[in-house]
């Protein structure tokens, strides 16, 4: 704890931020963000809107005062940023100090107790989200759970001088053996007082993969180099479904990262799991994810193999080789950054559809997922069928699915997770 207590302090100053109207109504209305180009005025001066001139250091409380000078809204200001001010609270005034992050905390540890409550029943699961950002009303501050090791992962500088508040309430909350620092990749230019990526900030230092638990299944996590903090936590719901519908089937996972989807899937009774993804580090951790659990005779009996290879390929390959699968699975990364990658996005799922459609056996199970938070589910949904359609592919929709109870959607732009459950036929043309 002698690092957290060494970085700097908030300074008792506050900034006094004017607004637009617009941008008035919407932080009135609870919105988490304020972008520099809304801001009319900081401490009584006009401003530049740049980053590079901004006033202020990231951390700075900043006050959202309104035409009539009186409180809107309180936040952290983050001059580095275009999201200027990650909002924390609105409505009438309120400090913000060690207090109040503890008891906000609180509130979003408190809302995964059915997760933490699940380690003392039959299926347990250790592995999953603390702190889901602007969704539990902390903007820019993730916190995974791995076990006896949280990672607290940062998407604003702004929070470094809060962290000597927001650890010992964390380690108060879910006592913990390490707590490890992960950054988002905007971050890595900032100075941040010599933190830096896998910086341990409390605890003792994490060497291995770090053991958890997810529907009762053993798993690694990589907390210093893996993708996220470690493991896509968000598919779990999702994976203990397709682990439900795979007893018997030849399962093929696209994009299977550390092999979430194959282990529960082996666990469900797969006869073959086939995981596909380009990156050798998550395609080894998928490969050692299984072995942790072959001491379940399905996984045991469960023939597992792996490609490392580039997906659209790979499924171009398998189609040319007439593959044949029960259950596909196909989780790709997010294809639209920003609103002018959605066309192109929306085109690589109708591929992806194209290519994946026609693995599936007669009255097999086709999963598609999508987590580009700018793509609706409306869009995504059309580009599945349209996919398919292309390869004379007709989709039986049986489920949709989004967001697990520890990934909450506290604003509008907090969705971002859409899963649609199909049977996919062929279309037979009348004569
Ligand atoms: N299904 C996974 C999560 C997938 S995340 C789970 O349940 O944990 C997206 C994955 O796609 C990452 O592992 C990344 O390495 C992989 N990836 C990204 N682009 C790819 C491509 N073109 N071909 C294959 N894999 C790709």
């Not at 109207?21 to 006009?46: C, E, K, M, Q, Y």
């Not at 005779?297 to 593959?323: I, K, M, N, P, Y």
């Not at 699968?325 to 196909?330: A, Q």
């Not at 990364?333 to 929306?346: D, E, G, H, I």
């Amino acid at each position: 704890m002698t690092l957290l207590n060494d970085l700097p302090r908030p300074g008792s100053a506050r900034l006094a931020v004017r607004v637009t109207p617009d941008a008035l109504r919407r932080i009135r209305g609870g919105h988490p963000w304020l972008f520099d180009g809304s801001i009319t005025t900081v401490n009584g001066s006009s401003v530049p809107t740049t980053s590079a001139t901004a006033p202020g250091t990231a951390g700075d409380l900043a006050v959202i005062f309104d035409d009539e000078r009186r409180f809107a809204a309180i936040g952290l200001w983050d001059p580095a940023s275009p999201i200027r001010v990650k909002l924390l609270h609105h409505g009438s005034p309120t400090t913000i100090d060690a207090a109040w992050f503890a008891e906000r905390l609180a509130t979003a540890v408190g809302r995964r107790r059915p997760l933490a409550e699940s380690a003392t029943g039959p299926a347990p699961t250790t592995g999953y989200r603390l702190v889901h950002g602007e969704n539990d009303a902390l903007p820019g501050l993730v916190v995974d759970r791995y076990g006896h090791v949280l990672v607290v992962k940062l998407y604003s500088a702004a929070w470094v001088p809060h962290l000597a508040d927001v650890v010992p309430a964390l380690l108060r909350l879910v006592p913990s053996r390490s707590v490890v620092l992960r950054l988002a990749r905007a971050l890595s230019e900032q100075p941040l007082h010599g933190l830096a990526e896998g910086t341990t900030l409390h605890g003792s230092d994490v060497d291995a993969p770090v053991p958890f638990l997810e529907h009762g299944l053993h798993f690694e996590a990589d907390v210093l180099r893996g993708q996220k903090t470690g493991f896509f936590l968000d598919q779990r719901d999702n994976r203990a479904l397709v682990g439900a519908a795979s007893s018997g089937a030849r399962v093929l996972d696209v994009f299977s990262c550390t092999g979430g989807f194959s282990v529960h899937a082996a666990a469900g009774g797969a006869r073959s799991v086939l995981s596909v993804d380009s990156s050798p580090a998550a395609t080894l951790a998928a490969r050692a994810n299984m072995q942790l659990n072959t001491d379940i005779a399905a996984v045991a009996a469960c023939r597992h193999s792996v490609t490392v290879g580039e997906a659209f390929g790979v499924l171009e390959d398998l189609g040319s080789q007439r593959g044949r699968f029960d259950v596909v699975v196909v989780d790709p990364p997010s294809f639209a950054r920003n609103a002018v990658s959605v066309p192109r996005a929306l085109q690589a799922y109708q591929r992806l559809a194209e290519l994946a459609a026609p693995l599936v056996e007669r009255g097999g199970l086709l999963v598609h997922a999508s987590c580009s938070a700018r793509v609706s589910e409306a869009d995504f949904v059309r580009a599945i069928h349209t996919g398919s359609a292309r390869a004379s592919i007709e989709l039986d929709e049986e489920r949709r699915t989004g967001h697990p109870l520890d990934h909450p959607i506290g604003f509008p732009e907090g969705g971002y997770l859409k899963v649609l459950y199909s049977r996919p036929h062929r279309i037979t043309r009348r004569p």
